[in-house]
């Protein structure tokens, strides 16, 4: 490569190359989370529901979040981000189980 195009063309490679490590990154990132998400299983009981919003800075528009919290048979607290339907179909002590290789928890009676 003559010496004109390395100067050139060097930190173009370069940019491009760790911008690239950084979205390998991230994705790899992401793809270890949704697949430890889905490996989990637990049996629980429904201990609280939070409802959150978000006002948007540069528009009108209201963001809501809506969050499960489940107390699993060891103890341990879950939380679970749903949608509006799903939040609303459940009432604090139902009980929910998440089996291995599904990402969101269904009712037991």
Do not use: C
């Not at 889905?38 to 429904?46: I, Q």
């Amino acid at each position: 490569m003559q010496p004109e195009k390395a100067i050139i063309f060097g930190p173009i490679i370069l940019f491009f190359l760790i911008f690239g490590a950084l979205i390998i990154g991230f994705l790899s990132v992401v793809i270890r989370l949704v697949l430890k998400g889905k490996a989990m299983a637990w049996k629980g009981t429904l201990i609280d529901k939070l409802h959150k919003t978000q006002d948007e800075y540069d528009s009108k528009k209201v963001n809501h979040f809506y969050t499960l919290i489940f107390k699993i048979e060891d103890g341990k607290e879950i939380k679970v981000g749903t949608s509006k339907e799903l939040f609303d179909s459940y009432q604090i002590g139902d009980q929910a189980e998440k089996k291995a290789g599904e990402l969101w928890p269904k009712k037991i009676n």
